[in-house]
């Protein structure tokens, strides 16, 4: 287990949160944090409070490629280098009628696939600059070990963020690059706030940052949480027969009422 300590980091969805949990946690362990997301009063606060351990890189990563110069730049001029970016921005769209908005599936993916890929775009020249082994870390979500009931938009794009992370883990083998994969649980934060089911084993966004924090110091490739959740959705997700005969019909939504209503 290595400390992480004097790195430079970068993380994106720090403005609330389990990033902004993480990037408090890591400035406190020693570290410095670029802290990034749209609410610039939020992320100013943050930096106000970490006494110039912490700046700030607003950044909208829905944004079309061609406007990502400008934050190449900024972020260029905040530091030489980065030991580990911690790819964290998320967003949660549901598909309640089965209507398939091809709008909120892009929204969806934007931010929670295509961010990350915009993210490691604009970090990999300044990761290859650290003197240490560069580290990615992707938030994914648990939603990827069992498809969940109206996340046909968020679960997809998290097990295509699942499979991007494995295959970049598949390719850094011979590299000092790694790569590790978040899977959380639910956790009581702005996105979960909107949930109207029960959310089983829910946690602080502190105790989540402490659990990732460890596991990115004992430098794992996945770290899945809270292990009574993660156990039954790992089993479910490979026996998804199972899954589909027993749980589907006590979660979803989509009666017969439904579907003839959307019609
Ligand atoms: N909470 C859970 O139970 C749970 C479970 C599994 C996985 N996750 C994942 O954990 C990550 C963090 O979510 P959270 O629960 O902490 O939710 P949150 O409090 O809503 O945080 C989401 C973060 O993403 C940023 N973001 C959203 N859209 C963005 C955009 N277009 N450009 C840049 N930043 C953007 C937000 O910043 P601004 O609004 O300032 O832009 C915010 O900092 C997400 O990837 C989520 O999918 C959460």
Same mark, same amino acid.
């Given at each position: ?127 290859? !600059?650290? *003197? &240490?082994?560069?580290?990615? @870390?992707? +938030?994914?979500? %648990? ?106 019909? !006590?979660? *979803? &939504?989509?009666?017969?009422? @439904?579907? +003839?209503?959307? %019609?």
């Amino acid at each position: 287990m290595v400390e992480i300590k004097d790195r430079c980091i970068w993380i994106t969805g720090a403005s609330s949160g389990i990033g902004k949990a993480l990037a408090q946690h890591l400035c406190s362990q020693g570290n410095f944090v670029i802290v990034s997301g749209r609410d610039h009063h939020s992320l100013q606060q943050m930096v106000l409070a970490a006494s110039g351990r912490m700046c700030a890189l607003p950044m909208d990563l829905s944004v079309p490629d061609d406007e990502l110069g400008p934050y190449a730049g900024r972020l260029q001029e905040l530091t030489d280098y980065l030991d580990m970016v911690i790819c964290c921005a998320g967003v949660c769209e549901y598909e309640d009628k089965l209507t398939f908005d091809p709008a909120m599936y892009r929204r969806v993916f934007e931010v929670n696939f295509l961010g990350v890929i915009k993210s490691l775009h604009l970090a990999m020249p300044l990761l290859k !600059k650290s *003197t &240490r082994e560069p580290r990615v @870390v992707a +938030v994914g979500s %648990l939603s990827s070990a069992v498809p969940f009931p109206r996340a046909e938009a968020y679960g997809a794009s998290k097990a295509a963020l699942e499979y991007f992370m494995k295959s970049l883990q598949t390719d850094s083998v011979k590299i000092p690059l790694r790569a590790t994969l978040v899977r959380p649980g639910f956790v009581a934060t702005a996105m979960t706030s909107k949930n109207d089911f029960s959310m089983p084993f829910l946690m602080s966004p502190d105790e989540a940052a402490k659990i990732i924090v460890e596991g990115i110091s004992q430098g794992r490739a996945q770290i899945d949480f809270p292990r009574r959740l993660s156990w039954p959705l790992r089993f479910f997700g490979v026996f998804f027969g199972l899954w589909r005969r027993w749980v589907a019909p !006590k979660v *979803t &939504r989509i009666t017969p009422d @439904v579907w +003839v209503k959307t %019609l």
